[in-house]
C-alpha cells in the first residue's frame, strides 16, 4: 500500500464511513473542535487519519468511540462503511423512564401496563 491511500483526510473519512449524510457535516464537527484522534483535539478537517487511529466524536446525543480498522476508496454501501471500523462506545441504554418521544416510539402493551402501575402508585 502506498504513503498515500496508507492516510486519508478525516473530514472524508467520516464521511465515507457514513457517519455524516455530507462532508461539510463532518468538516464542520472537525473544525467546531468536537472530535478527538488518539484523545488529542483536533482543529481542521484536513488532519489525516490512519488505520489504528481511535476517534471520539459526538453524534446526536451519543459519544461515539471508533476505532479505524480500513481506509476506504469511496463512499459505498453501509455494509461496505461498517468494515471500516470497530465500534468501542458502549451501547446507549433503553430507559422506560423517558418521555415516550426520546424513547423511540409507541409503548409496547408491557410498557404501558408498568406505566398505569406506577401512576397508581403500585410500584416505585
Known sequence: MSEAAAKLRADK???QARFFK??????KLITGSHLR???DKVFKASTT??????????QGNHIRVIQIDGIGTRRGPASEAQTLY???SPPE???????????GGRPSKAERRIGQQIKR????
Request: charged share 30%; aromatic share 8%; net charge negative.
Open 49 to 58: 487519519v490512519k488505520v489504528g487511529d481511535v476517534l471520539t466524536f459526538p
Open 93 to 103: 441504554p433503553r430507559d422506560l423512564g423517558k418521555p415516550l418521544a426520546e424513547r
Open 121 to 124: 402508585g403500585e410500584i416505585e
Open 37 to 39: 484522534v488518539n484523545s
Open 86 to 88: 470497530t465500534d468501542l
Open 13 to 15: 473519512w467520516l464521511w
Open 22 to 27: 455530507t462532508r461539510s457535516l463532518s468538516a
